[in-house]
């Protein structure tokens, strides 16, 4: 994982029981949108999620499929800021 993390999301990630493997995958193939506020939220989106299929295989997005409703913060110094799951869409401003 390249981006830092801050001690607020690495609790976060304990709590919501979300693996570092998890939120790698995340970063790498979830899809970024502006929060309005300086932060990018990322998280998986149709599009997203049929690259992953594409690239990783359906096999191995069994590993990470209970995952695939997580979303990051990353703040304007690329630190992920914290770490949670979605229970509804993300209302788009």
Known sequence: MNAPLTSHARIRM????????ALEV???YGRESHDHRGCRVVA???????????EMGAKAICAVE?????YAVVG??????????????????
């Open 44 to 54: 998986f989106d149709k599009r997203a999620r049929r690259r992953l299929v594409e």
């Open 66 to 70: 209970r995952y695939l409703n997580a």
């Open 14 to 21: 304990q709590q919501r029981g979300i693996p570092p493997a």
């Open 76 to 93: 304007p110094d690329d630190a992920i800021v914290t770490v949670g799951r979605r229970r509804r869409r993300f209302e788009h401003v």
């Open 26 to 28: 995340l970063l790498d």
